[in-house]
């Protein structure tokens, strides 16, 4: 008959070798995850950094107790290596101190998983949280006529609903502006960009959700899709936010592609891991829905939120936008895009006569605005510096255009001088 002590010494004997197993396989995942972008079953072994350092805590503490030196040293170099890419994401970057007078963008994300029923959930966490902006995933019709009750409060929106879990909807307070549903792959997976009228300025806001990279097919859309994303982004000329379930984590290389393709930022850092997927299997939690934004934007706060019934939890980011710069920029023909020519102005009274809007006189050819601008914000022209032949030349055709009234107003008095032979 089994007596206890054998039922315990059989069940330590298992523990061991089950943990023996998750050691090498945590060290062995932890080198794969690093070379995600030559085969697709490394880079799904990138996702589990948070288990990876776990498992190799407690194995450093109970090697170290047990006193297998070659076993603890290879536990803590790993732990280190995954340690080195999990802990930056808690500390938070200075940001540079500005002083607004706009209040911050808040967005609400989540993913609601089509086949979920728990609408009232949503709605709850929608009434507390009062987000600016709305950006659901995998809405359907059902989901779709649920949130359509919010449309008084939110008067823009736009519904994308479908069957095949890739369904989407924006709804917003603020001003929502060519809003389009785009396709940013082969087969037809919605994404939709809007231009979010602030306050602050403009942004583009794009609401994606790529198809999860179960199989080489769908691991080659996913990447395509994120990287026509980018491309996009590039020809922004203003801030550009992403938020959506984009199927992988911070740790993925295409992650990492994607920012630097775009000079963009994840939101969560300085904020935490914030793992997001699957609610129904805690141990595995791993952070598949990003905010991405453009480096000027300013992120307050990045949070996850209570469960609402589906395997996703939603997300809340507080962003402050930039403000737009009023003044445009102008340059020389032989000079840089953007030379801001006012700063160069050495005579500081010419600009008694060169600023006020009704001083109208005509600008020289080799003073221009800078192509990038509307043409409707040229200004009143600025004198350029006075150290190239052709500024010089300018410069007195700026004076010969001036009206005699300015050339008076502007020349310095000769009343009480002598000539240079007086005493």
């Known amino acids: 008959m089994t007596t206890k002590e054998d039922r315990f010494a059989r069940i330590k004997k298992g523990l061991a070798k089950r943990g023996k197993i998750l050691f090498y396989a945590s060290c062995i995942c932890t080198v794969t995850g690093f070379?995600?972008?030559?085969f697709m079953g490394f880079e799904l072994t990138s996702h589990f950094r948070m288990q990876y350092f776990l498992i190799l805590l407690i194995s450093a503490i109970v090697y170290g107790c047990r006193k297998k030196w070659k076993h603890l040293a290879a536990a803590l170099f790993f732990l280190i290596v995954n340690g080195a890419?999990?802990?930056?994401?808690?500390l938070l970057e200075k940001e540079p101190n500005t002083i607004v007078n706009h209040p911050p963008v808040r967005i609400l994300f989540a993913n609601v998983h089509t086949s979920n029923n728990d609408y009232s959930s949503l709605l709850e966490l929608i009434e507390k949280e009062s987000p600016d902006i709305i950006a659901l995933q995998e809405v359907d019709e059902k989901w779709a006529n649920a949130v359509k009750g919010l449309c008084p409060r939110y008067p823009f929106h736009e519904f994308c609903p479908r069957s095949d879990n890739f369904g989407l909807a924006v709804l917003s307070k603020i001003s929502l502006r060519d809003i389009q549903v785009k396709s940013f792959c082969k087969v037809t997976v919605p994404t939709?960009?809007?231009?979010?009228?602030?306050?602050?300025?403009?942004?583009?806001?794009?609401?994606?959700?790529p198809v999860p990279p179960a199989i080489p097919s769908y691991y080659s859309l996913r990447n395509e899709q994120l990287a026509q994303i980018a491309e996009y982004v590039?020809?922004?000329k203003g801030p550009s936010v992403i938020v959506g379930d984009l199927n992988l984590t911070m740790w993925s290389w295409y992650h990492d592609k994607l920012l630097a393709e775009t000079g963009m930022k994840n939101a969560r850092r300085g904020f935490g891991i914030n793992p997001t997927w699957p609610t129904l299997l805690p141990p595995l939690y791993i952070p598949l829905d990003h905010c991405l934004c453009t480096?000027?934007?300013?992120?307050?706060?990045f949070r996850t939120t209570a469960r609402i019934g589906s395997d996703h939890l939603p997300c809340v980011v507080d962003l402050l936008i930039p403000k737009e710069k009023e003044s445009p920029n102008f340059s020389l023909e032989s000079g840089n895009p953007g030379d801001n020519i006012q700063a160069w102005i050495p005579n500081k009274n010419l600009t008694s006569w060169l600023t006020p809007a009704s001083?109208?006189?005509?600008v020289p050819a080799n003073i221009r605005m800078n192509p990038a601008e509307p043409a409707d914000h040229r200004a009143v022209g600025s004198i350029p510096p006075p150290c190239r032949p052709a500024v010089r030349y300018s410069c007195s055709r700026l004076y010969k255009a001036m009206p005699a009234s300015m050339i008076a107003a502007t020349a310095p008095s000769t009343a009480g001088r002598t000539s240079p032979g007086a005493p």
Not at 85 to 90: A, K, L, M, Q
Not at 192 to 209: G, Q
Not at 359 to 362: K, N
């Open 234 to 236: 590039r020809t922004q």
């Open 295 to 301: 480096s000027s934007i300013q992120v307050l706060s």
């Open 85 to 90: 890419v999990i802990i930056p994401w808690y």
């Open 35 to 38: 070379l995600g972008r030559y």
């Open 359 to 362: 001083s109208t006189w005509p």
């Open 192 to 209: 939709i960009v809007a231009a979010v009228e602030t306050p602050a300025s403009p942004f583009t806001l794009i609401i994606t959700h």
